[in-house]
T-cell receptor
Framework: DAKTTQPPSMDCAEGRAANLPCNHS???????VYWYRQIHSQGPQYIIH???NNETNEMASLIITEDRKSSTLILPHATLRDTAVYYC????????????FGTGTRLTIIP | DSGVTQTPKHLITATGQRVTLRCSPR?????VYWYQQSLDQGLQFLIQ???????AKGNILERFSAQQFPDLHSELNLSSLELGDSALYFC??????????????FGSGTRLTVV
């Protein structure tokens, strides 16, 4: 069963903020939200993760709703190099649990 | 460089043959995961090893097998290859017994082409 739902594709103008939504209505209390991206044929790359508070790092920001049923990944100033498939995954962070990838969102940055 | 090394990067072989893909995990990581990604398909989990022992199994065919050695590197063996086995094969690793809150680190993959 899919744990997350993402739009299949999105476009964003270069230099603008890209906001990628994810629904995870069945998330359990000890599961975190993770975001990865895969640039064409490369290995997936970790972006950010969070439990319930908003998080920010050098790559992106993660906004999680108060009920934790959805989240948004924000790339503040999208560049052409951000064109990729973005995956939202819910996962318990300990115990070496495997990552289960859905279909993700194909983000295209438009010049 | 992610720290996870996969060899070879490219492999072309004929149907019916057997190949071995190799993965060296990031230094200190005990878990190794294998994924298959066919053309324009998602990442399918195949199998996980933790410190030499099989930990979890996904949609791995009986023709495929894997192992993790004492030095923690892992090999994925694919036999009786079919055209449909052509895909990218990714290896990932993660931390020790308490897990890795940052998730996995992926290698750059092996592109297998069966002709």
């Amino acid at each position: 069963d899919a744990k997350t739902t993402q739009p299949p594709s999105m476009d964003c103008a270069e230099g603008r903020a890209a906001n990628l939504p994810c629904n995870h209505s069945t998330i359990s209390g000890n599961e975190y939200v993770y975001w990865y991206r895969q640039i064409h044929s490369q290995g997936p790359q970790y972006i950010i993760h969070g439990l319930k508070n908003n998080e920010t790092n050098e790559m992106a920001s993660l906004i999680i709703t108060e009920d934790r049923k959805s989240s948004t990944l924000i790339l503040p100033h999208a560049t052409l190099r951000d064109t990729a498939v973005y995956y939202c995954i819910v996962r318990f962070p300990f115990g070496n649990e495997k990552l289960t990838f859905g279909t993700g969102t194909r983000l295209t940055i438009i010049p | 460089d992610s720290g996870v090394t996969q060899t070879p990067k490219h492999l072309i072989t004929a149907t019916g043959q057997r190949v071995t893909l190799r993965c060296s995990p990031r230094s200190g990581d005990l878990s190794v995961y294998w994924y298959q990604q066919s053309l324009d398909q998602g990442l399918q989990f195949l199998i996980q090893y933790y410190n030499g022992e099989e930990r979890a199994k996904g949609n791995i065919l009986e023709r495929f097998s894997a192992q993790q050695f004492p030095d923690l590197h892992s090999e994925l063996n694919l036999s009786s290859l079919e055209l449909g086995d052509s895909a990218l094969y990714f290896c990932a690793s993660s931390g020790g017994g308490t897990g890795d809150p940052y998730g996995y680190t992926f290698g750059s993959g092996t592109r297998l082409t069966v002709v």
